[in-house]
């Protein structure tokens, strides 16, 4: 575990000469350090990213676990396409450690499969980065041959799940966060086996709060029960589903909205990045907001949220932003969104109620 596979070859920092593989040789000097530990920062998309301190032992047992479920093994090919700052890319390097993986370092964007035929046997990507793939033929191609796929970092879309499920190879949505150092839960997407809720690893157990807010105990990774923020279904078997996270829930009118479910509603008829976010409202107390980064039909938009949600969770008005905030690894800045919908200039919005 002193060593690892680079592309076919055994690592070494002087042949690393682009801006990635030195972020990688600098995460690799850190971990052969003598410190047991690390520091990890968490995306921050919904408030300003934390440093959390980690013991390098829990990301090996974390790497276990997961090697162990897809039955990784000595020089599988592993592609690394996430940034190496957050805990994602960081883990593909472990797991490349722990199992003895050779590891293909691809710069983060989003065409990783653009330039490279490689048939991987393991990759963890982010949702744009499989969409995006899936929207050039010989990229779906490469996509189609990794042989086993974790998407996570955001949300997947119906769309592109329903896609997903017919690909010969298997893929997985993952659940899990920095301070699980990664995922702690797997749902398949594709094949015979795939299903609306995640199955947690054997060694995870799972409450919810009083708030309905999911609790992980994964003693293997983390010092102590993890209260998330995400509001979850727990059923009795122990698999669940997350609706959305608490701290973004509006309160329109005394009734609480999911900024989640609103925006799975409506992903499919909004060509480009969108956002719901809410302003101050003197009757209602918030008013949800929607934000696009592209220029929409605002009739044919409209027409079709008031006949796919509720009024209570309807948009009060839709404003084309221009871009909307996001994070370092892709996901959207929740507070620099609500800071961008409150600066506004509301004559130039579009009023549906």
């Known amino acids: 575990m002193n060593e690892i596979r680079i592309e076919g070859k055994i690592y070494d920092p002087s042949g690393f000469i682009s801006p990635f593989h030195r972020q990688l040789n600098l995460f690799l000097e850190e971990w052969f350090s003598q410190s047991p530990t690390l520091r990890l920062r968490t995306s921050g998309s919904t408030g300003t990213p934390k440093e959390i301190t980690v013991r390098k032992e829990q990301m090996l047992q974390s790497a276990k676990i997961t090697c162990g479920f897809f039955g990784l093994k000595k020089n599988d090919k592993a592609l690394l396409c996430l940034p190496l700052e957050y805990i994602a890319g960081k883990m593909m390097v472990v797991r ?79 659940y899990g966060m920095t301070e699980t150092l990664s995922h702690i839960a797997l749902r398949r997407i594709s094949g015979a086996g795939a299903g609306r809720y995640y199955t947690p690893f054997p ?70 990045n969108f956002a719901i976010t809410s302003i101050p409202h003197p009757k209602l107390g918030e008013a949800i907001v929607l934000l696009t980064e592209q220029p929409i039909d605002p009739v044919a938009l409209e027409n079709a949220i008031k006949r796919l949600l509720p009024r209570h969770q309807q948009p009060m008005l839709i404003h084309t932003a221009g871009a909307i905030p996001q994070t370092g690894n892709g996901k959207t800045d929740r507070a620099a969104t609500k800071q961008l919908a409150g600066k506004i200039n509301l004559p130039s919005s579009r009023y549906i109620r």
């Open 96 to 174: 490349a450690l722990y199992a003895g993986l050779d590891l293909y370092p691809v710069e983060p964007d989003g065409h990783p499969l653009a330039r490279t035929d490689v048939p991987f046997d393991f990759a963890a990507m982010a949702p744009l980065q499989v969409y995006n793939s899936l929207q050039v033929k010989e990229e779906k191609r490469r996509l189609s041959r990794i042989g086993r796929l974790i998407i996570g970092g955001g949300a997947i879309d119906e769309t592109l799940e329903k896609e997903l499920k017919e690909f010969p190879n298997a893929v997985y949505s993952t």
């Open 203 to 272: 060694s995870v157990s799972l409450t919810l709060s009083e708030d309905g807010r999911l609790i992980a105990d994964a003693p293997l990774v983390a010092d102590k029960p993890l209260v998330t923020n995400d509001i979850a279904e727990l059923l009795p078997d122990g698999t669940f589903r997350i609706i959305g996270r608490i701290d973004n829930v509006i309160n329109s009118g005394g009734i609480k909205v999911q900024i989640e479910e609103v925006e799975q509603v409506l992903r499919p008829h909004i060509a480009g």
